[in-house]
Structures are given as C-alpha cells and as structure tokens.
C-alpha cells in the first residue's frame, strides 16, 4: 500500500487452484466475500477496496479420475453433465425456478446475486454446468 502513494487501491481477490476446500468455498461464496471485504476494511483504513471475489478452485481429484472410479459419486457427475444438455429438463427446472422468482421481493432484483442473472435469462445449463464440480466434491468420501 505504500507505492499507492495515499491514492485508493481497487483489487480483485481470485482464489484458484486445487483444494478440499473447494466445494465449501463455492457453497459460501457470499459469506467469503463479505469476510474479506470485512479484512480489508480493517487493514486498508478506507484505501483499499474489494471489486470482485472469485472462487475459481477445483476438487483434488479432476471430473476424469472421478468417472475412472465408476462408483456412485461417477455416476452422479455423469447424470449432472446430462442434465445440463437435456432441455425437458432445462426447461422443467426454469419453470420451478420461475416460481421461487415469483416469490422474491423486488429488492433482490437489483441486487448482485450470483447466478440470479442465469436464472432470468434462461442460461440453466450454464449453471447446472457451473455446479457440478461443487455438489460432487461436496458428497465425496473423504479418505
């Protein structure tokens, strides 16, 4: 912070690589964002910002050695990726989804909800896609 020179510093936060962590940071993507924010805060004394957190990490073990076991976790991926290319589906799911939206109040609307955007415009095999690697590495057996 000392090469800012006293100016403002805005930064992104992107954590990546492999962990056994990675399912729970993507399930609590919003609670690691606001604790981080919370760090900075108490660190940057009103100079440092937090644009963006990404979680962009993977499970230890990749989407090919989970299929290679061919055990009930395999089988689960594979129905996932299935499922992000079969419209029925697709379709059956933004119609439940089209409900629950119904439901919201309209302030959360202009709020910045992860995958809230997905939803509205239709992209659900984006998401299906987008939390495969999570729900997965959520029920695998830990050894």
């Known amino acids: 912070m000392e090469k800012a020179e006293g100016r403002p510093i805005c930064c992104r936060v992107v954590l990546v690589g492999r962990t056994p962590l990675h399912g729970e940071l993507y399930a609590h993507g919003q609670q690691l ?26 499970p230890l073990l990749s989407t090919a050695e989970i299929a290679a076991r061919g055990d009930a ?5 594979e129905i996932l990726v299935q499922a992000a290319q079969d419209g029925s589906f697709l379709a059956s799911l933004q119609s439940e989804f089209e409900v629950l939206l119904s439901k919201m109040p309209g302030e959360i609307w202009s709020q910045d909800v992860p995958g809230l955007l997905d939803i509205k415009e239709g992209r659900l095999a984006e998401i299906v896609i987008s939390v495969t690697p999570g729900v997965v590495d959520k029920i695998q057996p830990r050894t």
């Open 33 to 58: 964002r606001a604790d981080i924010v919370g760090q900075t805060i108490s660190v940057g004394q009103d100079r440092l910002f937090v644009e963006q957190v990404r979680v962009q990490t993977q």
């Open 73 to 77: 976790v395999a089988e689960l991926q």
